[in-house]
C-alpha cells in the first residue's frame, strides 16, 4: 500500500526558516511526479509546488523565491524548505504523490505549520 | 482560476447533488475532484474530468469539457457529507477551487 508521511512542521517566528520532510514507500519513487500543497486552517486547499522524476520544479507565485522542493529518489523522500516564514504560512501542508494524467491519487496526513511570535 | 459553485450546499440523504467547476480558460479534460472530510487528507474520486477512481462508488460521476465541469452525487449517502474539491492540471500551476461543502438540510 502505497504510504507518505511527512514530518518536520512545528512552530516557528516569522522571518523563520523550516524544512519539511515526506518519506514515501511502497512504489518506485523516481517514477513520480510528487506534490505539496497546504490548507490554511479552516481554509481551502492550496497547491503549492510540484517536482518531476528529473528534478524540474514549478511554484505557485505565493512561495515562489521563498520555498524550494527537492527530492532525493535514493531515499525515497520528498523535501520542502521554507525560508522566510510569513504568518500567512500557517497551514498543514501535504505531499501527494502528482500521478501526472491522473491527478493527486495519494496524500499523505500532513504536518503542521504555525508561523507566529 | 478556477470557481466551484455553490460554496455550499444543503442537502438530504437520496438527493441528487450537483456541483459545478468553471475554468477561467480552457483546460480540456484535465481536471480531477476531490473529497475532504474533517481532520483527513482529501481523496481522489475522478481524474481526467469523468473517469472513476479505483474503489470510488458509481453514484459519483463527473463530467465536462474545456471551461465547465460538473461532479454528480446520484443518490447522497450519509458518507457523503463532506467538502469537495476541483483541481486543474492542464497547466504546470494545479490550482485547486475554492471548494464545496455538502451538509445536512
Known amino acids: 500500500q502505497v504510504q507518505l508521511v511527512e514530518s518536520g512542521g512545528g512552530l516557528v517566528k516569522p522571518g523563520g526558516s523550516l524544512r519539511l520532510s515526506c518519506a514515501a514507500s511502497?512504489?518506485?519513487?523516481?517514477?513520480?511526479?510528487m506534490a505539496w500543497i497546504r490548507q490554511a486552517p479552516g481554509k481551502g486547499l492550496e497547491w503549492i509546488s510540484y517536482?518531476?522524476?528529473?528534478?524540474?520544479?514549478y511554484y505557485a507565485d505565493s512561495v515562489k523565491g521563498r520555498f524550494t522542493v527537492s527530492r532525493d529518489n535514493a531515499k525515497n523522500s520528498l523535501y520542502l524548505q521554507m525560508n522566510n516564514l510569513r504568518a500567512e504560512d500557517t497551514a498543514l501542508y501535504y505531499c501527494?504523490?502528482?500521478?501526472?494524467?491522473?491527478?493527486?491519487?495519494?496524500w499523505g496526513q500532513g504536518t503542521l505549520v504555525s508561523v507566529s511570535s | 482560476q478556477m470557481t466551484q459553485s455553490p460554496p455550499t450546499l444543503s442537502a438530504s440523504v437520496g438527493d441528487r447533488v450537483t456541483i459545478t467547476c468553471r475554468a477561467s480558460?480552457?483546460?480540456?479534460?484535465?481536471l480531477a475532484w476531490y473529497q475532504q472530510k474533517p481532520g483527513r487528507a482529501p481523496k481522489l474520486l475522478i481524474y481526467?474530468?469523468?473517469i472513476l477512481q479505483s474503489g470510488v462508488p458509481s453514484r459519483f460521476s463527473g463530467s465536462g469539457f474545456g471551461t465547465e465541469f460538473t461532479l454528480t452525487i446520484s443518490s447522497l449517502q450519509p458518507d457523503d457529507f463532506a467538502t469537495y474539491y476541483c483541481?486543474?492540471?492542464?497547466?504546470?500551476?494545479?490550482?485547486f477551487g475554492q471548494g464545496t461543502k455538502v451538509e445536512f438540510e
Open positions: 483541481q486543474q492540471y492542464n497547466t504546470h500551476a494545479r490550482v
Open positions: 480558460q480552457r483546460i480540456s479534460n484535465w
Open positions: 511502497q512504489f518506485t519513487f523516481k517514477d513520480y511526479y
Open positions: 517536482i518531476t522524476g528529473d528534478n524540474t520544479i
Open positions: 501527494a504523490r502528482d500521478s501526472r494524467d491522473s491527478g493527486l491519487d495519494y
Open positions: 481526467q474530468a469523468s
